[in-house]
């Protein structure tokens, strides 16, 4: 089993590459801020992957036994909503029946979808030291399908699975060993019903809603029931949990500066002893607004009990 954090690529440093690697972290993965200027802060972080004192961070988490992934809310950037204004057809039609470049992009246009996937190949290059798992999500918003004639009887989980089995077989056009998150997240949280994926599609299973004050094993049957059929349909070999143990971003309303942070051990502990009996392989964790400025702030978190 795989542990990771995800943090926002300005808040990296050698003290945070030294504290995952003395955590027994395996995976250092970079995620720059989601919400509607996901695109925005995705192309600052590739800004940042061509400095030579970026690469030397990332070089040095390399050296301290970390794999490197980035975890991208990417529809905006792959597909950019300046060409709304040229070509709308790309785009979704949303659910007043209106045209819009708001977010993602129309899934059954065979264009829009030559774009995305030229574009998620130009992007995976770019990527410094990534290992060939990607997660380039769809956007990070809840109300974010297509309902053009094509598309209105897809669901979102059909939507999305179409799109990431296209960049998936692009991407291994190039990279033979290349894998590929599902997002299982907000409107996408159901299984697929229309679409199987294809092998090199693992599931992501992001429980953003679940009331975090109680342990995961809490939950409604109904919401277990879900784990359940989604991992029949993605398996359980790759499959990765995303949680929210850590994510001050959320709890300080992602707003800086960072809000002071308690985590409960006891509830990530219990969590991850009822993750790991549903058979996720890979456990990771939001762990963003805890870099420099907080520890400034209030001293050192406390990531002991991810790693027990």
């Known amino acids: 089993m795989k542990k990771s954090l995800l943090i926002h690529p300005e808040e990296l440093s050698r003290k945070w590459i030294d504290r995952m690697a003395a955590l027994g972290v395996q995976v250092l993965a970079l995620h720059p801020a989601g919400g509607k200027n996901a695109h925005k802060t995705l ?58 470049p708001d ?15 030229q574009r998620a190949v130009e992007l995976a290059g770019k990527l410094y030291r990534s290992a060939p798992r990607y997660h380039f999500w769809l956007d990070d918003d809840r109300d974010a399908k297509c309902f053009c004639p094509k598309c209105r009887e897809k669901t979102a989980s059909d939507q999305q699975l179409s799109v990431m089995n296209a960049v998936l077989a692009a991407l291994r056009e190039k990279e033979p060993a290349a894998t590929l998150s599902y997002l299982a997240y907000f409107e996408a949280m159901e299984p697929p019903q229309t679409v199987q994926p294809l092998p090199g599609i693992f599931l992501e299973y992001a429980p953003f809603d679940r009331d975090m004050k109680q342990p995961a094993d809490t939950m409604p049957a109904a919401e277990k029931e879900n784990i359940h059929r989604l991992l029949d349909v993605f398996g359980r070999e790759n499959a990765q949990l995303l949680e929210y143990w850590y994510d001050n971003s959320m709890f300080s309303g992602w707003k800086k500066p960072p809000k002071p942070f308690t985590v409960n051990n006891d509830h990530v502990r219990a ?38």
Request: aromatic share 14%.
């Open 43 to 100: 192309a600052e972080m590739l800004r940042l992957l061509e400095t030579a004192e970026y690469r030397a961070l990332l070089d040095y988490a390399a050296a301290c036994g970390l794999e490197i992934e980035y975890e991208l809310h990417a529809a905006s950037y792959l597909l950019p909503r300046e060409r709304f204004e040229t070509e709308p057809a790309l785009f979704r039609i949303n659910k007043s029946g209106v045209r819009s």
């Open 103 to 117: 977010w993602n992009f129309c899934a059954s246009n065979p264009q829009a979808m030559e774009i995305v996937t």
């Open 271 to 308: 969590d991850l002893r009822f993750y790991r009996a549903l058979g996720f392989a890979d456990i990771s964790c939001f762990a963003c607004f805890l870099g420099a400025d907080y520890e400034a702030l209030y001293g050192e978190p406390d990531l002991s009990a991810f790693c027990e």
